[in-house]
């Protein structure tokens, strides 16, 4: 399931802005395809426009009720509502502003929450930087000398370029008002830090759109 919602706060109508003349959602569907995966491809949107994205580039295409599609809509609601119209064993979430996910990188994902048999998973990017929550240190010390990065404990932080759920069990776990994203056995799978790159804002879009067009300009060095 590739959710393409068709407003966004900061940057209007994000899922459909071009690069390389391919809508940003082009690069979700096309990831999803290429990694050979899944039984059934869906675009699920609040918008019809995104029908004729899906019909383009032939996958599924799912019309949610318009009250899902607000900037207030929680991930679990999309889910379930998803989940109450379509038969699935696995549901995932491939998300449609991390146009950097790869395919191979999908396929290890899915592979690696079938293998350990979790109820649910995000992606997530390690961090070895110095880390603070509220001004106080959460994995140095203010006393010490000051840590090399190296040395520091990693922090890992959800990118959700990718989360998936038994779907079953999300749907038990929605009907008893629990938290449904994150529900069960929990797992957690650092990907690259391109795959961590969400579009959320002009500022993004460029640096995505840079990546893409220059991905394969090899490193120069002064001399």
């Not at 003349?21 to 999803?32: F, T």
């Not at 019909?55 to 599924?60: F, G, P, R, T």
Request: charged share 25%.
């Amino acid at each position: 399931m590739i959710p393409a919602r068709i407003g966004s706060q900061r940057l209007k109508k994000k899922n459909l802005a071009l690069i390389n003349n391919k809508p940003l959602v082009y690069y979700a569907i096309n990831a999803a395809k290429k990694s050979k995966i899944f039984d059934k491809i869906y675009i699920n949107s609040d918008d019809k426009i995104f029908g004729k994205v899906a019909k383009k580039y032939k996958v599924e295409f799912y019309l949610r009720p318009k009250h899902l599609g607000s900037s207030n809509t929680k991930s679990d609601d999309i889910v379930f509502n998803f989940l109450n119209n379509f038969d699935c064993d696995i549901l995932v979430w491939v998300n449609s502003i991390a146009p950097l996910q790869t395919a191979i990188e999908i396929q290890k994902v899915v592979n690696f929450f079938k293998k350990r048999d979790y109820n649910s998973l995000i992606t997530a990017n390690e961090f070895k930087y110095h880390g603070i929550i509220n001004n106080k240190p959460i994995n140095f010390k203010k006393g010490d000398k000051f840590s090399k990065t190296q040395d520091l404990t990693p922090i890992d932080l959800m990118v959700y370029s990718l989360m998936m759920w038994k779907s079953k069990s999300f749907i038990k776990a929605y009907k008893e008002k629990k938290g449904t994203i994150l529900h069960g056995k929990v797992g957690f799978y650092n990907v690259s830090r391109l795959s961590g790159l969400i579009v959320k804002n002009k500022l993004d879009l460029h640096i995505v759109s840079a990546i893409i067009n220059k991905r394969k300009d090899k490193i120069k060095y002064f001399k």
